[in-house]
């Protein structure tokens, strides 16, 4: 089941069929709230407990025996060397038990805080947020084809994001605004998050002064105390596996770390290139090296929040090129979700993944695999939940309103089955009797706007309607949905003096320093 509305005018959230009339009926000037899923399904368990203990065995053996480099970072090293690992150099192994040892005051769950509070999202237990894709140079609609992401793009991806209601977050960068020098494109793109959404978001981890700048303005916006007590940021950290964190990645762990906010520590693995071709192989090492990350935001703050991330993806070994959506990364993503549920951390895994280069069958197929696998594991953050085309590569506006649309389906298939006297109908059985329909009767008339989920994007219409209609397919439908949500879109509230103070601060820091475009 989903959180309850802000207020009567959002509707009901079981299905949200009544939520969408409503908004449509009033020009879609209000967006509902829908803080996160709180599921009702069970996670899957692939392995036994055998086989979960083989896997954590190899993966000690790797922190034993390999072990993982710090590259030009001699603050890690130095808080590891007094943490009682083995350190030679920028090589740090580590005995069984340590990491998770050190892992023990992380919390199991925690909340981040948005600028509405009624959007804040909990991260872990039974709690499941959508969040958009993230990181991609280019992106693509059907008039404009593919082309680099600017500024604008990266607007109207915020604007998308908030008014929908399956998205819980708004992520962080949604796509790369290339027209902004890479040294200051982070001002403006928290801005956007903080200016055009206010639901939670994710800052720049480019630089541990990028860092630093996207936690100063959520302080200008949360304030400084709220923001030392409470998570109301996170920063996407990523290992360069094989086993390796640089200096970049890790300045930033540690400055979310010590502002308490939530480092998502994310190993990013494609098998047979930056990890073994085998998915036991890969488990391993995405262990392996997600602990050591996670642990060192404990070193720095113990207690701070922090999100166990996984990436896991094979690749057409033939070629070289990187495949998603495939069957054997959503196998290990079960197994992850297990990994991590014994180590009692909150879980960020998969999302939309595809290899297609347009919102096709092949991209909504693949999509759904990794989707559907990071459901069923557990996850509690899932990234990249729409607009993932051609490996990463790309944000579609188009795969983004169909990827949202399935998000939309997963809130209703996460909220499970319900078995209370209304859904077992036996009043409309005595109603109707054998032999005759259920179309008119009392039941069906009292329960017909939230029986079934209602796709946004679909075509349900016989071939003649659709046809008389235009014959439209998904991508020109969804291109239609999302220049309208674009047009109709109307920013939520802020306070005059925060925007200002944070126009300030934009400006100041853009001006500081000469532009760099590298």
Known sequence: ?????????????????????RQRAQGQRTVAVIAGIERQIPTYELLSEEGLATIETAADQILKEVG???????????????????????????????????LKSAPSSFVQHARNPARSVTVGGNHVVFAPAYGSPFVRDIEGGRRYGTLKDF????????????????????????DIPVNKRHLDMVAAHLRYSDKPFMGSVTAEERAEDSIEMARIVFGREFVEKNCVILGNINANSP???????????????????????VPFILGGAMGPVTTA????????????????????????????????????????SPTFGTPEPALGSLVVGQLARRLNLPLRCSGAFSSSKIADGQAMTESTVSMLSAVQCGAHFILHA????????????????????????LHTYMAGLSLDPNQLALDAFREVGPG????????????????????????????????????RDAMQRANARFRRLLQEYQAPPLDPAVDEALTAFVTKRKTDKPDMWH
């Open 1 to 21: 089941m989903t959180a309850e509305p802000a207020n009567e005018a959002t509707g009901r959230t079981r299905g949200g069929r009544t939520a969408r009339q």
């Open 68 to 102: 993982v480099e710090f590259r030009d970072d001699p603050e890690a090293i130095r808080l590891w060397r007094e943490a009682g690992a083995d350190v030679k150099g920028e090589l740090v192994r580590f005995e069984p038990g340590l990491l998770r040892r050190i």
């Open 155 to 178: 607007e109207n991806f915020v604007k998308l994001a908030y008014s929908i209601p399956w998205l819980h977050h708004s992520g962080g960068t949604v796509c790369e605004p290339v």
């Open 243 to 265: 086993l390796v964190f640089d200096a970049t990645m890790t300045n930033a762990l540690r400055a979310y770390a010590r502002a308490n906010q939530a480092a998502v520590v």
């Open 281 to 320: 192989g890969a488990i391993a090492q995405s262990l392996a090296e997600t602990m050591a990350g996670c642990a060192l935001t404990q070193l720095v703050r113990p207690g701070c929040p922090v999100i166990f991330g996984n990436f896991l993806s094979s690749m057409a070994l033939r070629s070289g």
């Open 386 to 409: 729409a607009g993932w085309l051609e490996g990463g590569l790309t944000m579609g506006y188009e795969k983004f309103i169909l990827d949202a649309d399935y998000c939309a389906s």
């Open 436 to 471: 005759k329909h259920f179309f008119g009767c009392a039941h069906t008339l009292a329960n017909y706007e939230t029986a079934f989920w209602d796709s946004d994007t679909a075509d349900n219409n016989s071939f003649e309607q659709w046809r008389d209609e235009g014959g």
